[in-house]
């Protein structure tokens, strides 16, 4: 990347509108930061370059000979490594890098690459490229992390473990149905992501700036080239849509909160406190100052960039809050979302790793499960079935007999002797429970064995929904590969084309 020369004249691509060279302070503040997104938006430049001048020529606005000629400089920089192409700051961003590329070897064929297009439509190509590219990275990222989800809950169908609700014990579930929990919500995310998908998977290709071209510009046909499943039918509204990166980010926060939520559990289970898993040595980092620490480092970064991402979800707020026609705002959005994308796509990865990788401490989660008077709410219910009091009774009952348990140190059982003293003192009377029963309320596995209804943490419903989860993940599948299989056919209808056109210059 080179500093400006002050002798250029300004930006080579504006014209003779202005008498004056950028100023440097301009150039550090706003061009540097333009500049610094062509990583991100250069495969897609040169896809929107190649379509709208071969569009052209199929239009008859640019001639044979220059239009082939510029077809064939355009494959030449496509097959150019970025790293070898010095960009100048002072030419402002870079598609006027590109341009300048150009005229340095044909300045009459490189004269008609901005016929019919203003400046920002290019970036505003190849920023949706670089959108729907990491879209559908993610959602096999997605897909991967739920299959990781439900492989562990196939594993685990019949291991019983404490679930816990304000970090007490709460009921004993499976641990399958726990890891399930997590699995729908990315179901959603799935679906968020290709509705997502199908709104960037747009193009505003062929917009002449605000209210259309005088020029025979084919906008579907330039959508056909570039992969898109159609124009954006308003060419204001093509411009700048500052909804977009608001619904990118908030996807992004969504299906982030998912993954946080679970690893902020896992951090928790992996203390010696709780005990409840270990996670592998690779997803692990060590203390420098105190050698017994094994830090749950990979849990505690997806914590923290699900924090940084949703703060950058209200900047893409922020930054659309302009009047309706101020487009160079979204300069902080062209980068700034492809990068969250990639954030998000390698979080989503390191979770599915942290799955594989986990150890369950399943012995230890089957003792936790009969702790905490995990049974409480059963032995209200079975009070409510057996004994005919209603359930707010029952609960009274359950509730006064935990105190009074808890008081005289029975630990985590409620006998029968204390059961009988709470009924008495809130219906008058004594309640009869039969041992086997009282037994059975022990028994953690009993307990969720008795959750058979739809969504139940029973190992029959359970079953159920990993049956479910794995066909839905197929059809997700499917799309995966369709649609990458549709926009690499077009990429690859476009540049025959292009080497077609530049043949005949």
């Given at each position: ?6 002798t ?12 004056e060279a950028p100023?440097?302070?301009l150039i550090q503040a ?5 500049i ?5 938006l ?9 379509a709208?001048i071969?569009m ?9 000979k ?12 496509e ?8 960009l100048?700051l002072a ?13 340095r070897?044909d ?10 297009r ?7 190509i190849?920023?949706?490229?670089a959108v729907?590219e990491r ?5 096999a990222g ?15 169908v ?5 679930d816990?609700t304000y ?13 399930l ?15 997502c998908?199908?709104?960037a998977n747009r ?10 071209s ?9 959508a056909?080239l570039?992969g898109?499943d159609?124009?954006i ?11 977009g ?11 982030l909160?998912?993954v ?12 010696s406190?709780?005990?409840l898993v270990?996670?592998?040595d690779r ?7 105190m050698?017994?620490?094994k830090?749950?480092y990979?849990?505690?970064f997806?914590r923290?960039?699900t924090?940084?991402?949703?703060g950058r979800m209200?900047s893409?707020a922020a930054v659309?809050?302009t009047p309706?026609?101020?487009?160079d ?5 062209i980068?700034?979302?492809?990068r969250a994308?990639d954030?998000?796509?390698d ?6 790793g ?11 989660m089957r003792?936790?499960?009969n702790e905490g ?5 059963d ?34 059982d ?6 009988e003293?709470?009924?008495r ?7 009869s429970?039969?041992d086997r029963?009282?037994a059975?309320?022990?028994d953690?596995h009993?307990i ?5 209804g739809?969504?139940?943490a ?10 479910e989860l794995d066909?839905?993940l197929?059809?997700h599948?499917d ?7 549709r926009?690499a056919?077009a990429?690859t209808h476009?540049?025959?084309l292009?080497r077609?056109?530049?043949s005949?210059?």
């Open positions: 990347m080179s500093e400006p020369n002050s250029r004249s300004r930006g080579q691509g504006e014209g003779a509108r202005l008498r100023a440097p302070e706003s061009f540097r930061l333009e610094a997104d062509t990583p991100i250069w495969r897609g430049l040169g896809l929107a370059d190649l709208h071969s052209l020529l199929e239009a008859g606005v640019v001639p044979v220059p239009g082939g000629r510029l077809l064939a400089l355009l494959l030449e920089l097959a150019t490594p970025l790293e070898t192409i010095e100048d030419l402002e961003d870079a598609y006027s890098n590109r341009e300048a590329w150009l005229r070897r300045p009459e064929a490189a004269g008609w690459m901005g016929a019919g203003p400046r920002r439509e290019p970036a505003t190849a920023y949706r490229i729907r879209l559908l990275t993610l959602a997605l897909v991967d992390l739920a299959s990781a989800l439900v492989a562990r809950a196939r594993e685990n019949d291991t019983v473990t404490p816990y970090l007490q014990h709460a009921q004993p579930t499976s641990l399958a149905h726990y890891l929990s997590f699995a729908y919500p990315v179901l959603r995310d799935l679906e968020r992501l290709e509705a998908f199908a709104r193009s505003p290709a062929g917009i002449g700036n605000i209210n259309g005088r020029l025979p510009i084919d906008r579907a046909r330039l056909e570039l898109f159609g124009p039918v308003h060419t204001r509204d093509a411009m700048w849509q500052a909804d990166p608001v619904e990118l980010m908030a996807l992004v926060v969504a299906m909160l998912g946080d939520r679970l690893a902020e559990d896992l951090q928790i289970w992996n203390t406190e709780f005990d270990e996670l592998a997803h692990a980092r060590v203390s420098l100052i050698p017994q620490k830090n749950p990979s849990l505690a997806i923290g960039l924090g940084t991402l949703m209200v893409m659309g809050k309706s026609a101020q487009m705002n979204r300069i902080f959005a980068g700034e979302v492809p994308l954030q998000t796509i979080a989503v990865r390191l979770m599915a942290v799955l594989r990788g986990l150890e369950f401490r399943t012995e230890t003792a936790r499960a008077f995990a049974h409480a709410t032995l209200a219910e079975v009070l409510m079935g057996s004994c005919g009091i209603d359930y707010r009774t029952a609960h009274r009952i359950v509730g006064l007999a935990i105190r009074k348990a808890l008081e005289q140190g029975h630990g985590d409620v006998p029968r002797t204390v059961l003293a709470a009924a003192e809130v219906v008058g009377r004594a309640v429970l039969p029963e009282l059975g309320l022990r953690p009993a969720v064995a008795t959750r058979r739809l969504g139940g029973a190992p029959e419903p359970v079953q159920v929904m990993i049956e066909r839905e197929d059809r599948r799309w995966h590969r369709d649609t990458v299989k926009l056919h990429e476009l540049a025959t292009a077609t056109h530049a005949r210059a």
